[in-house]
């Protein structure tokens, strides 16, 4: 099918379903499969965002994008024109040789965090083929008829149909705070977008009841696709994101004014231009941390791929690094401190005994209920016998947060029954009798202290705790919300959610992790305050919601992180919570998978959600768990620190030995009758000392990286660089003195002498700074011992190869390998001394910031 003219469906809120339906050439049933797939090439995948798989050719010729990279390129082509051919095939070669290691990396990356993306889709129910199907929202075309409830996000500019109690979160595009009430209808062509109540949009989410609607339009044809994308929502960016920009800019500073000084300098030495500026540029392209985006990119996916072995998918790679930094958690109890399975353990009327007619009645409520299914009504429904009488549904006002029950009309025959079940005292508010065990109706006012006592009792005992209600219905009128009054309190339904057998190791794993757990529940205090006994912490410090609303932002900034659990908690409350927080320098993870969790789940520096979470919370989420459980988190958190860990790694690498040899290269250019290396030699230096780097994303991690979070640190980089840069500079130097005075070396011994020295010094100088230990005591992985010794290998051969000539290289005395081993073994032990000296001041500092 081709896709309709935008102008016949531009006004579609102001036609009716028919007219739609007519234009949209589909039917009260949808669609079938084959059409939905002609209209899905038509219309295009149902999605706002850009396609994420660059083309293969873009991609290769990005990495060729920095001006250094263009720069050099420009002047090997000048150096054809003048006749030095070899010289600018070689650097030619070794550019795109570069360029392809992080192609393919990089290439390697984005389609292994593609695939684990596909695992956490969205999906919505559509009508296919004559029957209600899933399937992933980017495969939603228009003319779908579509079913909603309770927790759906809305998957294009669509029709109501039908609609039962339906109220909708528009606040991402209107700004409107408050859910909005939607019904079928026709309305004014030129009527505002927010008071377009016959329409859903895309990018709002259901916050109760249901409904069914014709999609009109998908992607961006849709509203939000309009908004220009600057205005779309964007993921703020991370401590490690804005430290990665701000180290490049550190380094290109760096290299810029380097390049400037040492071109001019050499000019005025009257050494050749052409080879000076050359020159210039390579040691340019050493000192720029060219792979940074690819070593990136291979470590956040790496550790992508090892969090997805223990059920943990990412969808934002840089919140790997906050999940490491994460040093707050704020969870629900249901399904991570609790087993997740809610038992009815009993049905009690206002006189403490059993009660079958409260168990009929929350049975009838939570079967016949249309909305939002949940554990609860799952538990009532499987431990209940159905009522022998047949009821059907009259009218239904679905739950939803203010309002915290649900209430459901049911007619059998001529006789109609409302039920309603929710939060006790909110179903006492809407009560004005009680009906006592023998089935005497009595004012409530007469029972109720003995009432709320019981409640108390039920929840001392750690029992989650509703009330049921119920009154006499009219056949002739479907009940309302402005009906909820009068009703007679019947009971408790109590259930019971018991801890994970092994939450108390667990918890204290996480603790000494050097993360605190904080659980933030909407349960009342008393049932989480022994949920908290039960798990070992034993004197809770619990704040309740009402407590929250009393309390002034900066008392809560000294009381947040000491409380242990926030009871009775509002929905909205819970990001205040998570902003508090924050403010006092916590890195805070979230953990949600309900209605009203996005706002937090966005505010939190690690938004986490579970797989079977409601779409607008999954969609909210950083990280989301395939298993709802504290183990998997653990887990979790580790492989964020080890990533995190490697990537820094490639930092230390990139500020120790390559940037002390760039600078002394420099230095020594001002000095030296000729060029330290070639611009060719230099390029082979810097492409050979990248690429055991390539393997650090595999490399092991040490337990004392894995304690405690880390937190990107500009200034502690800084120190590092300058420290480890001028010791690998003074064993640069002296190096120089070998040749010039020891071996009294011409220029291409010097040179050759000087390359292989200064890569075999950088390869091995790795195995030092990748570890807080002793590099004795802490081996690294497999494939980095590999691509080392291939790398060491290859640079002692190049002398005696014939590939030494294209780089200008000579054969070697043996007298300089054994000068060369004192200079780099002195250079090891120096450097592992230095480390010792660096870390116990800094880990003093560290602690002192602590106390």
């Known amino acids: 099918m081709e896709p309709q003219n935008d102008n016949q469906l531009d006004h579609f809120w102001h036609l009716s379903s028919g007219d739609v339906i007519k234009k949209l050439s589909c039917s009260q049933n949808g669609l079938d499969d084959a059409e939905a797939a002609l209209r899905l090439k038509a219309y295009g995948p149902n999605t706002l965002k850009a396609n994420t798989r660059t083309n293969a050719i873009i991609l290769f010729l990005s990495q060729f994008k920095s001006p250094v990279t263009i720069l050099l390129i420009v002047a090997a082509g000048l150096s054809i024109g003048l006749n030095d051919l070899t010289d600018a095939i070689i650097i030619f070669i070794i550019v795109i040789i570069s360029g392809a290691l992080g192609f393919f990396q990089e290439r390697g990356a984005a389609n292994a965090v593609s695939e684990l993306l596909k695992m956490v889709q969205l999906h919505c129910t559509v009508w296919r083929d004559g029957a209600k199907k899933d399937v992933p929202v980017e495969n939603v075309v228009p003319g779908d008829m579509v079913f909603l409830s309770a927790g759906d996000i809305i998957p294009g500019d669509s029709l109501i149909i039908e609609s039962q109690e339906l109220f909708i979160d528009e606040a991402a595009f209107t700004g409107e705070t408050y859910p909005v009430e939607k019904n079928a209808g026709i309305l004014e062509a030129d009527i505002p977008i927010s008071k377009r109540t016959n329409s859903l949009f895309m990018g709002a989410h259901v916050i109760s009841g249901k409904a069914k609607a014709l999609v009109v339009k998908t992607g961006k044809q849709t509203e939000f696709g309009k908004i220009s994308a600057s205005l779309l929502a964007r993921a703020p960016e991370t401590d490690f994101e804005r430290g990665i920009r701000r180290f490049g800019y550190?380094?290109?500073?760096?290299?810029?004014?380097?390049?400037?000084?040492?071109?001019?300098?050499?000019?005025?030495?009257?050494?050749?231009?052409?080879?000076?500026f050359?020159?210039?540029?390579?040691?340019?392209?050493?000192?720029?941390?060219?792979?940074?985006?690819?070593?990136?990119?291979?470590?956040?996916?790496?550790?992508?791929?090892?969090?997805?072995?223990?059920?943990?998918?990412?969808?934002?790679?840089?919140?790997?690094?906050n999940f490491g930094s994460m040093n707050i958690l704020c969870s629900d109890k249901t399904g991570t401190i609790t087993e997740g399975k809610v038992t009815l353990k009993d049905t009690i009327d206002i006189d403490g005994g059993h009660s079958d007619k409260i168990m009929n009645y929350a049975w009838l409520n939570a079967s016949m209920q249309q909305g939002f299914h949940n554990p609860i009504d799952d538990a009532i429904c499987s431990s209940c016998k159905p009522p022998s009488a047949t009821y059907s549904v009259q009218a239904e006002i679905p739950y939803d947060f203010i309002r915290k029950r649900l209430t459901i009309q049911l007619k059998s025959g001529s006789e109609s029954i409302v039920i309603t079940k929710g939060a006790v005292n909110n179903i006492l508010e809407i009560c004005d009798r009680a009906e006592t065990a023998g089935g005497a109706v009595v004012k409530i006012a007469d029972r109720k202290d003995e009432i709320l006592k019981q409640y108390q009792d039920s929840s001392n005992a750690g029992f989650r705790t509703l009330g049921v209600a119920y009154k006499p219905g009219d056949t002739g009128h479907d009940f309302v919300k402005a009906d909820e009054k009068g009703m007679i309190f019947l009971g408790f339904v109590t259930l019971f959610d018991p801890p994970k057998p092994q939450v108390m190791e667990t918890v204290k794993k996480i603790n000494s992790l050097g993360v605190q757990?904080?659980?933030?529940?909407?349960?009342?205090?008393?049932?989480?305050?022994?949920?908290?006994?039960?798990?070992g912490i034993k004197d809770p410090k619990i704040l309740t919601g009402g407590q929250l609303h009393d309390m002034s932002n900066a008392a809560l900034v000294h009381q947040a992180a000491m409380t242990d659990i926030f009871a009775e908690v509002e929905p909205n409350q819970k990001e205040r919570i998570i902003s508090i927080l924050k403010k006092a320098g916590n890195v805070v993870g979230f953990m949600g998978d309900g209605i009203n969790d996005a706002p937090a789940l966005h505010t939190a520096d690690v938004g986490i959600s579970v797989n079977t979470a409601v779409d607008v919370a999954k969609e909210a989420a950083d990280i989301v768990l395939l298993d709802q459980n504290l183990d998997v988190l653990y887990e979790g958190i580790i492989e964020g620190r080890r990533t995190f860990t490697n990537t820094m790694k490639y930092i230390f690498m990139a500020t120790s030995a390559n940037f002390g040899n760039m600078f002394s290269m420099a230095g020594a250019s001002l000095f030296l009758p000729f060029l330290p290396l070639l611009p060719k030699q230099i390029l082979l230096t810097n492409l050979l000392t990248d690429f055991p780097e390539m393997a650090i994303a595999t490399d092991r991690v040490d337990e004392i990286n894995i304690q405690t979070p880390q937190k990107w640190d500009i200034r502690f980089i800084r120190r590092f660089m300058i420290i480890f840069g001028l010791l690998s500079s003074v064993f640069d130097?002296?190096?120089?003195?070998?040749?010039?005075?020891?071996?009294?070396?011409?220029?291409q011994v010097f040179q050759t002498g000087w390359f292989v020295e200064s890569v075999i010094s950088a390869i091995l100088i790795v195995l030092v700074v990748r570890t807080r230990l002793s590099f004795l005591k802490s081996l690294p992985g497999k494939y980095l011992t590999i691509a080392t010794a291939l790398v060491f290998l290859f640079v002692l051969a190049v002398p005696i190869t014939p590939i030494a000539?294209?780089?200008?290289?000579?054969?070697?005395?043996l007298k300089f390998y054994?000068?060369?081993?004192?200079?780099?073994?002195?250079y090891l032990f120096s450097a592992e001394f230095a480390k010792r000296l660096f870390y116990r001041k800094a880990w003093g500092k560290i602690t002192r910031t602590m106390r």
Do not use: C
Not at 807 to 813: M, N, Q, R, S, Y
């Open 250 to 276: 550190l380094l290109m500073e760096i290299t810029l004014l380097l390049v400037i000084i040492i071109f001019a300098i050499n000019v005025l030495l009257h050494k050749p231009p052409l080879d000076s």
């Open 517 to 535: 757990l904080i659980i933030i529940t909407g349960d009342n205090a008393l049932v989480a305050k022994s949920l908290a006994l039960q798990v």
């Open 805 to 813: 000539a294209w780089f200008g290289f000579v054969k070697l005395p």
């Open 733 to 747: 130097y002296l190096t120089f003195g070998v040749l010039l005075f020891v071996m009294h070396a011409k220029e």
């Open 818 to 826: 054994g000068l060369m081993v004192l200079v780099v073994t002195a």
């Open 278 to 321: 050359l020159f210039s540029l390579a040691l340019a392209v050493g000192l720029t941390p060219q792979l940074l985006p690819a070593i990136i990119s291979v470590n956040l996916s790496t550790g992508a791929k090892r969090m997805a072995a223990k059920k943990v998918i990412v969808k934002r790679l840089s919140s790997i690094e």
